[in-house]
């Protein structure tokens, strides 16, 4: 968290009123405050390392590129530092698009964000989501939930060889019967608070499982692309 506890995050989109309109119910929210906007990757590429807010809040579709490829560096140049025991600045990301689709949203994931929400929910929706995403929680709708479900369940994704990289945690593959448990009840429009009374476990713990779930997804596509790499030079 920012000095003073106060949450900082950096937003980027392209729509001026869009922009607007997230800003003030920022910068309105107790606590909170945006440092930084930019309309195009270029922009946020070249303040982010200067802001460095605790939450990245981000568009995919922009006038230069997809915003998944920002999410995409981040996470790679965030797990470099770590693996020469530097330790570096990273922002918990969360996507906040029109786009809805399956492929997009997995992506996304995968490439590292935190959370994913659409356009169009309220103020109120907005500030809890980056309030969660501080908290190092993986705000998870529904819909989402259904397709995170449907991806582990692809038998694609289940053969790929992710399932031997987390032998600390269990295959990277697949979900354990808790992680199963909480996105089924996610998919059926359950919140966290009544998904652990039905699991008989917290509130926290229920997020818990919910963040490994998407790291489980992330740790696969950068074991796929480490993978490839070789190949690739050949």
């Excluded at 999410?71 to 786009?99: K, M, N, R, Y």
């Excluded at 935190?114 to 103020?123: A, Q, R």
Aim: with cysteine; charged share 25%.
């Amino acid at each position: 968290m920012a000095s003073q506890d106060v949450l900082t995050v950096y937003l980027v989109e392209d729509d001026p009123l869009v922009s607007r309109h997230v800003q003030d119910a920022l910068n309105a929210a107790e606590g909170i405050r945006c440092v930084g906007h930019a309309d195009r990757l270029a922009t946020a590429r070249s303040q982010l390392p200067q802001c460095k807010p605790d939450v990245l809040l981000s568009d995919l579709g922009l006038p230069d590129g997809d915003g998944t490829e920002l999410i995409g560096e981040l996470d790679h140049h965030h797990h470099t530092h770590q693996a020469g025991g530097t330790p570096g600045w990273h922002p918990h990301i969360l996507v906040f698009s029109v786009f809805g689709d399956e492929s997009r949203v997995i992506n996304a994931i995968e490439s590292g964000a935190d959370g994913y929400f659409l356009k169009g929910c309220t103020s109120d929706e907005l500030i809890r989501a980056v309030q969660q995403a501080a908290r190092g929680e993986s705000p998870i709708s529904p819909a989402i939930a259904r397709y995170v479900l449907k991806r582990f369940r692809d038998p694609a994704f289940a053969e790929s060889g992710f399932g031997e990289l987390d032998a600390g945690s269990g295959s990277a593959s697949t979900l354990s019967e808790r992680e199963a448990a909480v996105l089924k009840l996610v998919a059926q429009g359950y919140v966290t608070e009544e998904i652990g009374e039905r699991l008989r476990t917290s509130a926290n713990e229920v997020a818990t499982h919910i963040r490994d779930i998407y790291q489980k997804l992330q740790l696969g596509k950068r074991s796929l692309a480490a993978q490839r790499q070789p190949a690739a030079r050949r």
